[in-house]
């Protein structure tokens, strides 16, 4: 049972077919609109959500307990951020792409068109169940696809919502986007019957579903989990570190995958830089997602087991832990923890935690935090931090990880020009930017013959050995 209400049953793997029937049908018609209709139409399904702003943020308050201002500005006004990106760009992103031909094709055009896949599959997590399933719906739709939604069943009401919405406008074919109700295995349902997966969860689930893929040679793209390295040199702008690993790692009770998990600090400034964390954490005010909560609860059940198996482990290690007292368990509110003097074998270095715990360990040298912060399968976000911000840069470059910050943190997902997405056990394939949408279509090349209209080529029938030897010559200079 979710903390704020139960459980809503789930379909069937013969409901997903017929859901998957009605979907299909309805991209037929969809994919036969002009790009700007169906960017006009979905402007219009946005405009309608987002008047649904006080209901959309009250239940998802209500499901996550999350603050007020991270449900407006993360969940919200992130998706209102990808609308827009992609509604803008996506005339040039998806438009023919001429490619270069040998010379003597001179005759003939050639191009790239990108052709809808047909349903795409989204299965999405508990952590942002509105920011993830509807940012990644709005591309795929804008491209030409059916969109079928399986949320986590922990927080599928607001997306419910949206799906509501979306029929009430009547501005999109009956089934083209519909939210699935159910459990992993719902999950699989639906991902057997997707044209292509986008799956964003842990990396366990993330390779099932993948292994299903593969059978039927389908395209995935997996966005896991992660451990963000934060590097911070010696020279580091203080005051904005600090406040950057505090909101990096305890923004949505650290239930977010690019989240601050590991702080590597230079010991000269270790004393200074964990003090001010541990002032700055003691200044955030928890509650039950009021406006001016800066900290809510867990979301998940079973991540309170995580956190406090995280933090005995450190315990027993040897680190100073303060905080992690469970404040209430049935309300999953526990407080935010500091790990210091943090070492490679403790599991809040090395596995995933995925809640409000920073731990922060001192390193002698940017080597030695480099080496460090690549030691994990994870590779997802990481952060550099330095004054010069040129040997950060520098510095970032060799750091494994699909998505680095020089000086900040947790912003890429909303620079939606930037691909997002992990390397190693974080995910395949990147969400976002032009390439991400280009994902969502296959690229189908075109080959047009266009004059003389009725002299065959010199290549086919019949042979010779003259021919031969000028197409051999017509060739060296292609
Ligand atoms: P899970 O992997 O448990 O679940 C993710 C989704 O997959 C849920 O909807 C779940 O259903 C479904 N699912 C579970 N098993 C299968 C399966 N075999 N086939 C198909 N679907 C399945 O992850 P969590 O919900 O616990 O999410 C937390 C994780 O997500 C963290 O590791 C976090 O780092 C990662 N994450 C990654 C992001 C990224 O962009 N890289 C962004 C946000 C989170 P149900 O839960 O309903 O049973």
Same mark, same amino acid.
């Given at each position: 049972?979710?903390?704020?209400?139960?459980?809503?049953?789930?379909?069937?793997?013969?409901?997903?077919?017929?859901?998957?029937?009605?979907?299909?049908?309805?991209?037929?018609?969809?994919?036969?609109?002009?790009?700007?209709? #169906?960017?006009?139409?979905?402007?219009?399904?946005?405009?309608?959500?987002?008047?649904?702003?006080?209901?959309?943020?009250?239940?998802?308050?209500?499901?996550?307990?999350?603050?007020? =201002?991270?449900?407006?500005?993360?969940?919200?006004?992130?998706?209102?951020?990808?609308?827009?990106?992609?509604?803008?760009?996506?005339?040039?992103?998806?438009?023919?792409?001429?490619?270069?031909?040998?010379?003597?094709?001179?005759?003939?055009?050639?191009?790239?068109?990108?052709?809808?896949?047909?349903?795409?599959?989204?299965?999405?997590?508990?952590?942002?169940?509105?920011?993830?399933?509807?940012?990644?719906?709005?591309?795929?739709?804008?491209?030409?696809?059916?969109?079928?939604?399986?949320?986590?069943?922990?927080?599928?009401?607001?997306?419910?919502?949206?799906?509501?919405?979306?029929?009430?406008?009547?501005?999109?074919?009956?089934?083209?986007?519909?939210?699935?109700?159910?459990?992993?295995?719902?999950?699989?349902?639906?991902?057997?019957?997707?044209?292509?997966?986008?799956?964003?969860?842990?990396?366990?689930?993330?390779?099932?579903?993948? &292994?299903?893929?593969?059978?039927?040679?389908?395209?995935?793209?997996?966005?896991?989990?992660?451990?963000?390295?934060?590097?911070?040199? &010696?020279?580091?702008?203080?005051?904005?570190?600090?406040?950057?690993?505090?909101?990096? &790692?305890?923004?949505?009770?650290?239930?977010?995958?690019?989240?601050?998990?590991?702080?590597?600090?230079?010991?000269?400034?270790?004393?200074?830089?964990?003090? =001010?964390?541990?002032?700055?954490?003691?200044?955030?005010?928890?509650?039950?997602?009021?406006?001016?909560?800066?900290?809510?609860?867990?979301?998940?059940?079973?991540?309170?087991?995580?956190?406090?198996?995280?933090?005995?482990?450190? #315990?027993?290690?040897?680190?100073?832990?303060?905080?992690?007292?469970?404040?209430?368990?049935?309300?999953?509110?526990?407080?935010?923890?500091?790990?210091?003097?943090?070492?490679?074998?403790?599991?809040?270095?090395?596995?995933?935690?995925?809640?409000?715990?920073? =731990?922060?360990?001192?390193?002698?040298?940017?080597?030695?935090?480099? #080496?460090?912060?690549?030691?994990?399968?994870?590779?997802?976000?990481?952060?550099?931090?330095?004054?010069?911000?040129?040997?950060?840069?520098?510095?970032?470059?060799?750091?494994?990880?699909?998505?680095?910050?020089?000086?900040?943190?947790?912003?890429?997902?909303?620079?939606?020009?930037?691909?997002?997405?992990?390397?190693?056990?974080?995910?395949?394939?990147?969400?976002?930017?032009?390439?991400?949408?280009?994902?969502?279509?296959?690229?189908?090349?075109?080959?047009?013959?266009?004059?003389?209209?009725?002299?065959?080529?010199?290549?086919?029938?019949?042979?010779?050995?003259?021919?031969? &030897?000028?197409?051999?010559?017509?060739? #060296?200079?292609?």
């Amino acid at each position: 049972m979710a903390v704020s209400g139960t459980i809503l049953p789930g379909v069937s793997k013969e409901q997903v077919q017929e859901r998957a029937a009605a979907a299909r049908q309805a991209q037929t018609v969809w994919a036969r609109y002009t790009l700007s209709e #169906r960017v006009r139409r979905l402007r219009a399904v946005w405009a309608e959500i987002d008047a649904a702003r006080p209901r959309i943020v009250e239940t998802i308050r209500e499901e996550t307990g999350k603050p007020v =201002a991270e449900i407006e500005t993360m969940e919200i006004d992130g998706v209102s951020l990808i609308l827009t990106y992609f509604t803008r760009h996506a005339h040039r992103i998806l438009k023919d792409r001429p490619v270069s031909k040998p010379w003597f094709f001179f005759n003939k055009r050639a191009y790239v068109r990108h052709v809808p896949r047909g349903i795409i599959g989204l299965i999405t997590p508990w952590n942002m169940p509105f920011l993830i399933p509807v940012g990644d719906a709005v591309p795929a739709l804008i491209s030409g696809n059916a969109v079928l939604l399986k949320p986590s069943e922990w927080t599928p009401r607001s997306a419910l919502i949206v799906e509501e919405i979306v029929k009430a406008t009547g501005l999109l074919p009956e089934g083209l986007f519909q939210v699935i109700i159910g459990d992993g295995a719902v999950g699989a349902a639906v991902a057997d019957e997707s044209d292509m997966i986008l799956f964003t969860g842990s990396t366990a689930s993330g390779k099932k579903v993948a &292994r299903a893929a593969a059978e039927r040679l389908k395209p995935v793209v997996l966005e896991l989990g992660g451990k963000h390295p934060m590097i911070v040199l &010696r020279d580091a702008p203080l005051e904005r570190a600090v406040k950057a690993a505090v909101w990096g &790692r305890f923004a949505n009770s650290g239930q977010i995958c690019v989240g601050v998990e590991r702080v590597f600090v230079e010991e000269e400034l270790y004393p200074r830089f964990t003090e =001010a964390v541990a002032k700055e954490i003691k200044s955030l005010r928890q509650g039950e997602g009021g406006e001016d909560t800066d900290l809510g609860r867990l979301i998940f059940p079973r991540q309170l087991e995580v956190v406090q198996a995280h933090l005995e482990d450190a #315990r027993a290690k040897g680190a100073r832990v303060t905080g992690g007292e469970i404040i209430d368990a049935e309300k999953l509110l526990v407080s935010p923890a500091l790990v210091l003097d943090a070492r490679p074998d403790m599991k809040v270095m090395s596995e995933e935690t995925f809640g409000p715990v920073l =731990a922060v360990m001192p390193v002698r040298s940017p080597e030695e935090a480099l #080496r460090l912060a690549n030691d994990t399968p994870f590779g997802l976000a990481a952060s550099v931090w330095s004054r010069d911000v040129a040997r950060a840069e520098a510095l970032s470059a060799f750091v494994e990880a699909g998505l680095v910050s020089v000086n900040d943190v947790l912003s890429h997902y909303v620079v939606c020009s930037l691909p997002f997405g992990g390397v190693k056990d974080s995910g395949l394939g990147r969400r976002h930017s032009d390439e991400g949408m280009r994902m969502f279509c296959q690229p189908q090349s075109v080959l047009v013959h266009e004059w003389p209209p009725n002299l065959p080529e010199m290549w086919w029938f019949p042979y010779s050995r003259m021919k031969t &030897r000028l197409i051999s010559w017509m060739t #060296r200079f292609a």
